[in-house]
């Protein structure tokens, strides 16, 4: 297996929306070389430009040098086909949350890339377990479940599955901080930890609106100014992605035999099947109106 602080290190992303581009952000920022991968034609190519274009303004900004900006984006190459991954020590995949789609991409994954190269998922909830289990080396599959926004949150949560050997996990605690971030050991249980810890806020949260007890915008209020979030639950939530909360809410709930305290409402399915997935479709528990300084309840 590759030295993770090896400086020729290349490392594969597949799946470049908000969580795909951000570790390839961190990644380039970390010295490492990054491939990444969409099967949406041109995301990936978009993904490394607006990578580019950020660290570009953080430079003009005086936020980092502009030598160390151009660097970074010069280590970020989209991939034409997920056949150029095939190079990389170690390929993340940050694709749709589902395990049907996970587990036909690291099939093919397990065929392209080297016998030692390294596959994680970032995956918010479905077991390493599983998405290694059709696999010839369950071995070499772990979960590396960063935060969005990537490069903001530090944590990252590193998941063994019943195969993963501890030289893997051990790698991806040197990634991790080659990274900038701060690795974390958790269980191979629904939600990992963060998910699962995370859960009562936002069932309750999503109880009390269901309820009429108060809106969502009143009850994110009482949880940033009261309790000291940084941002309430249906924030959270609107820039998480309610196709992405969505699913691993239900995950949790049906992992505990439908245990009550874990379950969701009509509303949050509602956002689902309309379409108002929160910022990245202009609209979710709140408004997101272009241009405007904040979004309206
Ligand atoms: P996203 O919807 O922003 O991006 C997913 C990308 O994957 C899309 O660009 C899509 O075109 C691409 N994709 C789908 N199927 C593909 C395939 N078979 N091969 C290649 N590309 C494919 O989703 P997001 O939010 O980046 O989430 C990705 C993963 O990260 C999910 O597993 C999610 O649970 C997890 N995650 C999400 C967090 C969040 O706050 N959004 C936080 C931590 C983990």
Same mark, same amino acid.
């Given at each position: 297996m590759m030295d993770m602080n090896a400086p020729q290190l290349s490392l594969g992303v597949i799946g470049a929306g908000a969580m795909g581009t951000g570790i390839a952000q961190v990644a380039a920022t970390g010295g490492i070389d990054v491939i990444v991968f969409d099967t949406r034609p041109g995301a990936a190519a978009k993904a490394c430009e607006g990578i580019a274009a950020r660290l570009s303004k953080r430079a003009a900004e005086g936020k980092m040098p502009t030598e160390d900006a151009?660097?970074?984006?010069?280590?970020?190459h989209p991939a034409a086909s997920l056949t150029d991954i095939a190079p990389c020590a170690i390929v993340i995949e940050a694709i749709v949350e589902d395990l049907t789609v996970k587990t036909e991409l690291f099939s093919e994954l397990e065929k392209l890339v080297a016998p030692d190269a390294i596959l994680a998922s970032n995956t918010s909830s479905l077991p390493i377990g599983a998405i290694a289990a059709g696999?010839?080396?369950?071995?070499?599959?772990?979960?590396?479940?960063?935060?969005?926004?990537?490069?903001v949150m530090k944590l990252v949560e590193i998941i063994r599955g019943p195969d993963t050997t501890e030289a893997v996990a051990e790698a991806l605690f040197v990634l991790a901080r080659?990274?900038?971030?701060? &690795?974390?050991?958790?269980?191979?249980?629904?939600?990992?930890?963060?998910?699962?810890?995370?859960?009562?806020?936002?069932?309750?949260?999503?109880?009390?609106a269901?309820?009429?007890?108060?809106? &969502?915008?009143?009850?994110?209020? =009482?949880?940033?100014?009261?309790?000291?979030?940084?941002?309430? &639950?249906?924030?959270?939530?609107?820039?998480?992605? =309610?196709d992405v909360n969505f699913p691993v809410t239900r995950f949790i709930y049906e992992s505990f035999f439908d245990d009550p305290r874990l379950r969701s409402t009509p509303m949050h399915r509602y956002k689902l099947e309309t379409g108002q997935l929160g910022r990245k479709t202009g609209r979710g528990f709140y408004s997101y109106a272009e241009g405007a300084e904040k979004p309206s309840a």
């Open positions: 151009d660097a970074a984006a010069k280590r970020l696999l010839q080396r369950k071995d070499r599959v772990a979960g590396l479940h960063f935060f969005n926004p990537v490069p080659r990274l900038g971030r701060t &690795p974390v050991l958790v269980k191979d249980t629904p939600g990992f930890l963060v998910n699962f810890g995370g859960r009562a806020i936002n069932t309750e949260a999503l109880a009390l269901h309820e009429n007890v108060a809106s &969502p915008a009143e009850i994110d209020a =009482v949880m940033r100014d009261c309790y000291g979030f940084r941002m309430g &639950p249906f924030e959270l939530m609107d820039l998480t992605g =309610v």
